[in-house]
């Protein structure tokens, strides 16, 4: 009789900007668990994420979000098998937060201890919501702080085609939303507010569109924005937030969507994924189907859940990285500037 494999069990933390979250995640693509305990209502009073406060945060709460992950998986620290954590990119003290607590907990239960990068995770979220989903396929990664279009050639291994050449498409929304009024994350918000506007109704650059490669450009976006705002109060012509907030989207969607399109007709793969907070965006979501239905393209976009950030996409993607053996010693530091394709392990 065939001896049935023994099941992997991950806990995987995740705290690299504002959001602690612990996971319990079986075989890679079953989260038994993913808390999420998110520090936005402190950080919303600045603006933007407090670096400082962000760190104080996760350590106040990191035991909690660990008993929450354990109690809802109906798991014990012994059941498990592995600890992944991010160790980068992203704010340095919160990425030592959850890699110390790591280490400690691989040390304490002599389990291996595996660090994952942040935008792998943030890529692997497809994966626990598309069952079959196998490389190789084009993502089109667009978050806070990142906006790239990576060929992901199999597990692990990763080519960045095309990237941002200054503003990430999500800090061009958080800003955006700023000068509007909108409070942070402001993505949301324009996400909530385009729906009452018209997409034509103020003209704004498709930056960078014809350019013949794969990068993107959202700070001129941004500075049009500006502006076109600051233009309008010196003139006293009125317009609506509405009608920017759809406007903006608009504008942001056909340069993602020309360019992921044309890699994945010059690279020949017939499969897209989304990733990253910006795509949990309605109005993204659902221009890039329309353009893949279009194209006979497969598209797989994480739910909504997964799209920001959570610990289930590190357990995923720490499962990998486990069969393959790639395991950090305790002396595995945080890395705020690490790059998708030169994994510094
Ligand atoms: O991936 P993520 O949670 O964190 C980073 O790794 O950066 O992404 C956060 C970003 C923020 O800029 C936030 O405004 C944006 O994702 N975001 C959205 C939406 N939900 C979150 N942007 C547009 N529409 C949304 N619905
Ligand atoms: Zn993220």
Not at 244 to 260: G, R
């Amino acid at each position: 009789m065939e001896e049935k494999q023994k099941d992997i069990i991950i806990l995987a933390i995740e705290s690299s900007c504002d959001e602690t979250s612990i996971a319990v995640v079986k075989n890679g693509r079953e989260v038994l668990s993913n808390i999420i305990s998110s520090q936005i209502d402190t950080h919303k009073f600045f603006g933007g994420v407090v670096p400082e406060i962000a760190s104080r945060k996760h350590i106040e709460v990191i035991d909690i979000v660990l008993d929450e992950a354990l109690k809802q998986a109906n798991k014990t620290l012994a059941d498990i098998d592995a600890i992944a954590v991010t160790y980068g990119p992203g704010l340095v003290g919160a990425l030592l937060v959850g890699v110390s607590y790591a280490k400690s907990l691989a040390y304490t239960l002599k389990k291996p201890l595996i660090p994952v990068h942040h935008i792998e995770g943030h890529i692997y979220a497809n994966y626990i919501d598309n069952k079959e989903l196998q490389p190789p396929f084009i993502s089109l990664v667009i978050s806070g702080g990142h906006t790239h279009i990576v060929y992901v050639e199999d597990y692990g291994k990763f080519k960045i085609l095309g990237k941002t050449r200054d503003d990430a498409c999500g800090e061009a929304f958080d800003k955006v939303a700023r000068t509007i009024g909108l409070s942070y994350p402001g993505g949301p918000e324009i996400d909530k507010l385009a729906k009452m506007g018209d997409k034509n109704a103020i003209p704004l650059p498709r930056v960078m569109i014809d350019t013949d490669d794969y990068d993107f450009s959202f700070s001129g976006l941004k500075s049009a924005v500006l502006n076109f705002v600051n233009k309008s109060k010196m003139t006293n012509i009125s317009f609506k937030n509405e009608d920017l907030a759809a406007s903006f989207q608009q504008a942001v969607a056909d340069v993602l969507v020309f360019k992921t399109i044309k890699a994945c007709k010059d690279t020949g793969l017939k499969t897209l994924t989304l990733a990253g907070g910006v795509s949990a965006n309605s109005f993204i979501r659902e221009t890039v189907k329309e353009a893949c239905d279009k194209e006979n393209i497969k598209l797989s976009i994480p739910s909504l859940k997964l799209c920001t950030d959570n610990a289930a996409m590190i357990g995923c993607a720490g499962y990998y990285e486990y069969l393959k053996g790639n395991f950090a010693t305790l002396d595995l530091n945080a890395y705020p500037n690490l790059k998708l394709d030169n994994i510094a392990m």
